[in-house]
């Protein structure tokens, strides 16, 4: 075989080869980025260890059950939010809560930090300002949007294809990657988040969250908008 040839066939094996070796039929757990009683006195020990280990492994066990169940597998958990149409109606339901859990939390561990950056930067706040006028005004609407919420849900910061910003809410484990949207940071108001330390008091888990949220994920994901990293 020619060198010419030989170097079309490798290239062709592995164009072909690619889509069935990067598609994953078992999705791992994202390791929390900090220790369970970092974000003291805001979020508790006993919040942080119950969230994850009960609630997010939950999900995670519970989505690869039921991918071993169908054979269905996917590029990512974020993958196969994205394509639910295409998702066997039998179980869709079941994937939009279980991969929705898996892929909203793994986001939302990112979002937080004990010592990260609580107010963005740049290119992002520069487009937070473009859309809300100020800083504070954009907390305020987000603060609104995430107290209120009718029952379990979420309160995010995404941006379409253009990266035109927006504060989004969803209900259960809706993720706004299946309305086409780009997930930039999120906010978890089940009351699983904040009842151990905050009982009924929803208002002031999302005012302490403000001392904890980090930007860092969010800018990093804003500036590869239009890059392959967000295109998948
Ligand atoms: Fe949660």
Redesign the pocket.
């Known amino acids: 075989m020619k060198r010419l040839q030989l170097l079309g066939f490798i290239v062709g094996a592995v164009v072909w080869t690619a889509p069935i070796f990067s598609r994953v039929c078992e999705f791992k757990l994202s390791p929390l980025p900090y220790e369970y009683d970092a974000l003291e006195p805001y979020i508790s020990k006993d919040i942080m260890q119950l ?1 994850y280990e009960s ?2 492994k939950g999900y995670l066990s519970k989505l690869n059950a039921l991918l071993k169940e169908t054979s269905e597998c996917a590029v990512s958990v974020e993958e196969l939010l994205k394509r639910l149409d295409t998702i066997p109606g039998s179980i869709r339901t079941a994937v939009v809560n279980n991969a929705g ?1 898996v892929a ?2 793994t986001l ?1 561990w990112k979002s937080m930090s004990p010592t990260g950056k609580r107010k963005p930067g740049g290119k992002m706040l520069r487009a937070l300002k473009d859309k809300w006028g100020t800083w504070e005004k954009f907390k305020d609407e987000f603060t609104r949007a995430a107290k209120g919420v009718f029952g379990s849900g979420w309160v995010w910061v995404c941006a379409d294809a253009q990266g035109m910003l927006s504060i989004v809410t969803t209900t259960n484990q809706d993720s706004p990657l299946s309305q086409g949207l780009i997930p930039l940071l999120n906010l ?1 108001v ?1 009351e ?2 904040y009842y151990l330390q905050y009982f009924s008091k929803r208002d002031a888990y999302i005012d302490a969250w403000w001392q904890v949220v980090d930007w860092t994920a969010a800018q990093n994901l804003y500036s590869s908008i239009g890059t392959k990293q967000t295109l998948e």
């Open positions: 969230h609630h997010y859990g909203n939390h939302f978890d089940w699983h988040a």
